[in-house]
């Protein structure tokens, strides 16, 4: 059907015969896919990572791999992604130059926000051999200093009394393996795809240890039917803006309100661990591996960390995105000083890669000033990352007897940020992080006293382990660099940590 007079055709099914000059659609028979796996949380990272290698693998071996999407959470994708036939357009920025291209590896999507039934009957199918997710580290009901499932989660609670009316996503992918269990029983891989590490046994934990509290013989299923690789996963991809969606009717003629932004830089590192049939994604740039740990300790640790880092820090120097903090020098010099000297040396050999130039190509990869990575996206729920991406690496350079400075300062960056959003401290912006009010309390409690702030937020256990809470090497470290990051200056506190530490 045409666009009315005026108006902008949108993005659907009619569309894929005639495509504008130079865009790309799927180069496959879209109308025989059938679904084959499912996938949690359709937001713009999974359309532009996930989504695309599967694309690219139909295009190659055309097989029953589409794809179901499933939320969860908001947003709904039936006002987005469902509206369109489930097609999308993935724009690749760069600085100046955009590359454009229609997805169609998703072939239905499923809104499951106001009850889980939804995503049950999806997930619960025989048609589903594979279950990937994207639903942040927080989705995962986990403690972040152990990796176990969090039993008194809100969520996990109601789950424990409500089995068959989950909350969560592990209570909804417990509930679907029994339904599997009890209808079909065919084997299910289970493949996280969120920055968490070692996410496959952390999947694994979570699923396994709601399944435990049921008496029905579904822990012994699971152990023989279902298995969770761990992935490692990486492209920049930030939310859509209106920009996007702008950029694709101005310079292509069309409505999309399902643009996914991403940089040109892609990888995806697997475990060979599949239950079943699984998607051939290694014929298409992926890579299967016996252990991820190296891949994912690298890209957390270097790359994520640097984002992390460049967050807090960007935020406290009122800076807005990524790009604009990278490019300050003082806090590139900072960041690239807390890499080489504290970061590389906590990491586990890489076959063919140069841990010097992996940090340079990730810095140069967060200079892209067309992904406009804002600060406060990247610091969202920063108490479910630092774990992996700063404390992990702290703790084995302790253990090691090495300097934790400037991971330090990083650390204390995280809890700067969250004790500035207080409404002691001028409530400066919002954030969205677990521990925002456990920090507001503590702050409206203590005031400035930056020594019972530290001693406050150290004690929280799901986060800092006892032992390494009760350093008194990083507790100086992270005591000094709150009181700094806290000052009126706290880049004129950097400034003297980079002159004391060379950067």
Known sequence: MNAPAGALEKLGPAMLARLPAGIAGPAYDRAKLQPGMAHIGVGAFHRCHQAEYTDDLLARHFDRWGVVGINVRPPNLSKTLGSQGSLYTRLIREDQRVEARVIGSIVSVVDSQESAEPALDALATSDIDVVTLTVTEKGYCHRPSSGELDLDH????????????????????????DK??????????????????????????????????????????IADNATFPSAMVDRIAPATSTVDIETVERRFGYRDDAVAVGEPFRQWVIEEKFAGRFPRWDLVGASFVNDVTPFEHLKMRVLNGAQTTLCYLGVLAGLEHTSDAIANPLLAAFVRRMLVEETLPTLMPVPGVSPEAYVEQSLARLRNTAIRHRNHQVATDGSQKIVQRL?????????????ITLLSVSAAGWMAYLIKASARFGAKWEVSDPCADRVAELAERTGRDVRALTEGILSIETIFEPELAANGKFRRGVSEGLEGLLSDDPIEFIRGICARQAC
């Not at 952390?202 to 008496?215: F, G, H, K, Y």
């Not at 690496?393 to 300097?403: F, T, V, Y």
Request: hydrophobic share 40%.
């Open 391 to 403: 404390l992990n690496p702290i703790r084995e350079s302790l253990q090691a007897g090495r300097d």
């Open 154 to 177: 809100p969520d996990i609670v109601h789950d424990m009394a409500n089995p068959g009316a989950p909350r969560s996503v592990p209570g909804i992918l417990v509930e679907a393996l």
């Open 180 to 221: 599997r269990r009890k209808t079909h029983g065919r084997p299910v891989t289970l493949l996280s795809c969120d920055n968490i590490q070692a996410n496959g046994k952390v999947l694994a934990n979570v699923v396994r240890s709601l399944a435990a509290r049921r008496d029905n013989g579904l822990i012994d299923w």
